[in-house]
């Protein structure tokens, strides 16, 4: 059953075609990322925790790119803006709540009562330091 399943969530993964490429530089820098498909990202981001070098999201990052801003191992520049929508695949585990388990604190709590209803072709927008005010975890990159 486990090999099935294994090989299962293999050819589902890889048949994504918006996989963010592999780290080859330290840091590795997520820039200008308008999200994606959900599994997309997170074995994306499930690759750079296991990684474990340091990521930095410059520019802006909207849509599930947010499940990157929870990382350990990331930080958000000064300047980049993070972006919120409701997802386009709403159906039982998969859509909001997926993204939701990768939220913290206000972060969470604004895209539950808020944000998730923003229409997918739409993004909320708030800076970093917004972000960090409603998620005090969250860490902003050293100038």
Same mark, same amino acid.
């Given at each position: 059953? *486990? ?6 969530? =293999? ?23 308008? &999200? ?14 296991? *990684? &474990? ?14 499940? =990157? ?14 972006? =919120? ?9 998969? &859509? ?9 604190? &206000? ?17 909320? *927008? ?18």
């Amino acid at each position: 059953m *486990w090999r099935g399943l294994v090989i299962g969530i =293999f050819v589902l993964a890889s048949a994504c075609t918006d996989r963010r490429p592999a780290p080859n530089g330290v840091p590795y820098i997520i820039e200008r990322d308008g &999200g994606g498909q959900i599994i997309s990202a997170l074995a994306d981001r499930a690759r750079l925790m296991a *990684w &474990g070098q340091p990521v930095v999201i410059r520019d802006y990052c909207a849509s599930v790119c947010v499940v =990157f801003t929870t990382m350990p191992n990331a930080c958000i520049e000064a300047d980049a803006r993070i972006g =919120f929508h409701s997802s386009s695949v709403n159906r039982g585990p998969v &859509g909001n709540p997926q993204m939701a388990k990768h939220m913290r604190a &206000g972060v969470k709590r604004m895209f539950l009562q808020e944000w998730q209803f923003v229409p997918p072709d739409q993004i909320h *927008w708030i800076s970093a330091a917004e972000y960090k005010a409603l998620d005090p975890q969250a860490r902003i990159c050293p100038t």
